[in-house]
């Protein structure tokens, strides 16, 4: 088996690829919102969900609204929160969003099924946000609004997101129905799950932890017969108190079954808890697939 080692980006091309997952996540957020969570009556949570209530009640152009608002909010979060924290990654964000939403205002792809706008809205708009917040970044938006309630009024910074999404999703059930507010809900809870899986991955990554009597000789074969690394931890039985060294191996989802097999051959009793690493940085492992 060939041990891959990817080269260390650097900083200018770190730069490049950051401005290309801002621009590129703002667009799909944009697209998505217009495309799914607009036509179908959407309001879920976030700017653009006060923008689809604006734009319903008083026929506001969300494009207005978004920016408008937004930089409202940037500006309230630098005279409350202090400091140019935000930086200029945000300020594209915040300037970009708007002007992709009023560009693609007219594109409909003929969804008008709530439910698949919720879902399919809920994913694009998880997506996007997802690669802006891998560059570090953001869209602006409530998350300022809540860092702010966050800071003077207490409470978890979740909470505070919570709160605002709240009750803009009880305003979408004044304004069009506590069913479209249930569908609001759901998009927001496919947002969150999407952004989460851009951010750490599907978890392609195990974790085992193997409990042995002969930890030597399962930790060579491990290095031998799967060619992965392995951590020697120190443990000690709850019930004997007695000391018992804890292997710690991470592989992909490919080599489990070999790890396990190789365990097994060696010591049958073994111990062993396999479990999902969603996400492993550092040059002790690469996603090596089955390349041999």
């Avoid at 401005?19 to 799914?36: C, D, K, L, P, R």
Wanted: glycine content about 14%; overall charge positive; charged content about 15%.
């Amino acid at each position: 088996m060939v041990n891959r080692r990817r080269k260390p980006m650097s900083k200018t091309a770190l730069k490049w690829v950051n401005g290309f997952q801002i621009f590129a996540g703002t667009a799909v957020v944009a697209v998505s919102y217009n495309a799914f969570l607009l036509p179908n009556s959407i309001a879920s949570g976030g700017v653009s969900g006060f923008a689809t209530l604006l734009e319903a009640s008083l026929n506001v152009e969300p494009a207005v609204t978004i920016g408008i608002t937004n930089v409202l909010l940037f500006i309230l979060g630098l005279l409350l929160l202090g400091g140019l924290q935000y930086g200029a990654k945000t300020i594209i964000g915040t300037l970009f969003l708007p002007f992709i939403v009023y560009f693609t205002r007219n594109w409909d792809i003929g969804i008008d099924d709530p439910l698949l706008g919720a879902l399919f809205g809920g994913i694009g708009v998880g997506f996007g946000l997802g690669l802006v917040f891998r560059a570090s970044a953001s869209t602006g938006g409530t998350d300022l609004l809540a860092q702010i309630i966050h800071k003077y009024a207490g409470g978890t910074l979740g909470s505070s997101v919570f709160i605002m999404d709240g009750l803009i999703v009880t305003g979408s059930a004044f304004i069009f129905g506590l069913e479209f507010a249930l569908y609001a809900l759901i998009s927001l809870f496919v947002t969150g799950r999407t952004i989460d899986v851009v951010q750490t991955g599907l978890g392609y990554a195990k974790v085992a932890f193997v409990i042995t009597k002969h930890e030597e000789t399962v930790r060579k074969s491990i290095l031998k017969e799967v060619d992965r690394g392995v951590t020697k931890l120190e443990g000690r039985g709850g019930f004997t108190n007695d000391a018992r060294p804890v292997l710690m191996c991470v592989v992909n989802r490919g080599e489990v079954t070999r790890l396990k097999r190789v365990i097994q051959l060696q010591d049958p009793e073994a111990f062993v808890v396999v479990s999902n690493a969603s996400e492993v940085l550092g040059q002790g492992f690469e996603n090596q697939g089955n390349s041999v």
